[in-house]
């Protein structure tokens, strides 16, 4: 079936260090999957981070990136240089284009920066 | 646009009571979503409507679980009988579409049943 598998967490890392949250997915009843990242910061609702809908390409946002790798089926998320404010619980998704509601979504990384 | 809101933020309810938990989607969006989540299962899928119709409620427990949407500014979800297991954050989501568009998510109720 459709899966999305990410880093079990939680994740410590220090304010300044490059970060990377893996991200695998499983699309078998999904030819053309739309991937996401959505995040949930303290006290806030779950919401877009970034989002890439062909394969090849890369999204970014709020200083994240994540290229969507098709030949690896993976939709890593990374960042150069942490904050404490990007302290947060983070979720890859997948979606079907094709007019099916299927949303799938890993089981989150909780990410805590500390200064 | 103040988002989706989801009222109320807690619940509370005994065993056995009936909880109602109430969805206001962003207007103009077509799509309304509920999903559950808790520590163990994640993120787990319940139903969805598109255009006030129910399209799927394949992840509902079907014997206590409803959800409805009367008019396109609210859709509610009421859980019969509570059981402890019940216990979880729920959230609702809207988007413009069902084809992989971007969900935008409520801050969630959280259901707690003693």
């Known amino acids: 079936g459709d899966s999305v598998t990410q880093t079990e967490g939680p994740v410590t890392v220090s304010e300044s260090e490059s970060l990377i949250i893996n991200c695998t997915y499983s699309?078998?009843?999904?030819?053309?999957?739309?991937l996401f990242w959505y995040v949930r910061y303290p006290g806030e609702g779950l919401q877009l981070l970034l989002k890439?809908?062909?394969?090849?390409q890369k999204g970014s946002s709020r200083g994240f990136e994540a290229t969507y790798n098709k030949e690896t089926t993976s939709f890593h998320l990374q960042k150069a240089s942490v904050q404490e404010s990007d302290s947060a619980v983070y979720y890859c998704?997948?979606?079907?284009?094709?007019?099916?509601?299927?949303?799938?979504f890993g089981a989150g990384t909780r990410l805590k920066v500390i200064a | 646009n103040a988002g989706v809101i989801q009222t109320p933020r807690h619940k509370v309810t005994g065993k056995g009571q009936e909880a109602t938990l109430w969805c206001e989607p962003i207007?103009?969006?077509?799509?309304v979503f509920w999903y559950r989540q808790t520590i163990v299962q994640g993120l787990e899928f319940l139903t969805y409507?598109?255009?006030?119709?129910?399209?799927?409620d394949s992840g509902m427990p079907k014997e206590r679980f409803s959800a409805q949407m009367p008019n396109q500014s609210h859709s509610t979800l009421k859980i019969q009988s509570t059981q402890p297991q019940d216990s979880a954050v729920y959230l609702c989501?809207?988007?413009?579409?069902?084809?992989?568009?971007?969900?935008?998510f409520g801050s969630g109720t959280r259901l707690t049943v003693l």
């Open positions: 699309a078998t009843s999904i030819a053309y999957p739309n």
């Open positions: 998704a997948l979606g079907d284009d094709t007019g099916n509601y299927k949303y799938v």
């Open positions: 890439v809908i062909t394969a090849g």
């Open positions: 207007s103009g969006h077509s799509a």
């Open positions: 409507f598109r255009n006030q119709a129910p399209i799927d």
């Open positions: 989501a809207s988007s413009w579409t069902v084809s992989a568009e971007t969900l935008y």
